[in-house]
């Protein structure tokens, strides 16, 4: 029941993070191209160094290789049978695909090359404008739970696909603007990180326990496949 504020509040530590680097990044990189790159690497060593500090518990099992490898693919059968017989999975995971076409669109193609040569910011007021940002979307995030809650799932939607394209209007008139331009791309950030809690919640809430975590998987699969196509 409360899976919706967890996700929001996970997602908002993940976005402080975000407002740090985005802070920080631009102004390494404005000293000198490589800095980021470096800092990244150095990172890296340190995340796989904690990584393996982790303690995991080695599960023996009795089954054979061979037994484990059909018992994987059994599964992965039964659960993509399972989709196909589930309406909402699909009608979500369609609806899904839309919103994430835009978002990979707008975020991967248009923000760098828009901010720095059409609106022609700096990298040191690029830094300002995404710390800004960043922050109204971790703002946002905290009370997604309570949207979702008042407008349910249909609504939400309808207000998201009303919403995604005024922020990409809005988003392309507020060159020159620095305060503008915050405010319209710490909006549109907040939408998409409402969408991505709306659908992992309501996905998780509509699948049996058994099946929770292969059919979330499926979902990511046919996202990021279709990303492949989407990208290039």
């Not at 009795?62 to 589930?86: A, C, T």
């Not at 990979?104 to 760098?112: L, N």
């Given at each position: 029941?409360?899976?919706t504020k967890?996700?929001g509040?996970?997602?908002?530590?993940?976005?402080?993070?975000?407002?740090?680097?985005s802070?920080?990044?631009?102004?390494?990189?404005?000293?000198?191209v490589?800095?980021?790159?470096?800092v990244s690497?150095?990172?890296?060593?340190?995340?796989?160094?904690?990584q393996?500090s982790m303690?995991?518990?080695?599960i023996?099992s009795?089954?054979?290789?061979?037994?484990?490898?059909k018992?994987?693919?059994?599964?992965?059968?039964?659960?993509?049978?399972?989709?196909?017989n589930n309406?909402f999975?699909?009608?979500?995971t369609?609806?899904?695909?839309?919103?994430?076409?835009?978002?990979?669109?707008?975020?991967?193609?248009?923000?760098?090359?828009f901010?720095?040569?059409?609106a022609g910011?700096s990298?040191?007021?690029l830094?300002i404008i995404?710390?800004?940002?960043?922050?109204?979307?971790?703002?946002?995030?905290f009370?997604?739970?309570?949207?979702?809650?008042?407008?349910?799932?249909?609504?939400?939607?309808?207000?998201?696909?009303?919403?995604?394209p005024?922020a990409?209007l809005?988003?392309?008139?507020?060159?020159?603007?620095?305060?503008?331009?915050?405010?319209?791309?710490?909006?549109?950030f907040?939408?998409?990180?409402?969408s991505?809690?709306?659908?992992?919640?309501?996905l998780?809430?509509?699948l049996?326990?058994?099946?929770r975590?292969?059919?979330l998987?499926?979902?990511?699969?046919?996202?990021?496949?279709?990303?492949?196509?989407?990208?290039?």
């Amino acid at each position: 029941k409360t899976l919706t504020k967890h996700l929001g509040r996970l997602s908002s530590a993940f976005i402080s993070v975000d407002i740090l680097s985005s802070v920080i990044a631009p102004l390494l990189f404005a000293l000198n191209v490589r800095l980021p790159y470096f800092v990244s690497f150095i990172d890296m060593i340190v995340v796989i160094l904690i990584q393996a500090s982790m303690f995991e518990k080695v599960i023996k099992s009795v089954v054979s290789e061979w037994g484990l490898i059909k018992e994987n693919f059994y599964q992965m059968r039964d659960s993509l049978g399972l989709v196909k017989n589930n309406r909402f999975f699909i009608w979500l995971t369609a609806m899904g695909l839309i919103l994430f076409a835009s978002n990979k669109a707008i975020s991967e193609i248009v923000s760098g090359p828009f901010l720095t040569t059409v609106a022609g910011y700096s990298i040191p007021t690029l830094s300002i404008i995404l710390a800004g940002a960043s922050l109204i979307q971790t703002s946002s995030v905290f009370i997604s739970d309570k949207i979702e809650n008042r407008l349910g799932l249909k609504k939400s939607l309808v207000i998201l696909f009303l919403l995604f394209p005024l922020a990409v209007l809005l988003y392309s008139v507020t060159k020159n603007h620095i305060v503008a331009t915050t405010l319209v791309i710490g909006f549109y950030f907040s939408l998409v990180s409402f969408s991505e809690v709306l659908f992992e919640s309501n996905l998780s809430h509509s699948l049996p326990d058994n099946k929770r975590a292969t059919m979330l998987s499926i979902n990511s699969m046919i996202i990021k496949t279709f990303s492949l196509a989407l990208l290039p």
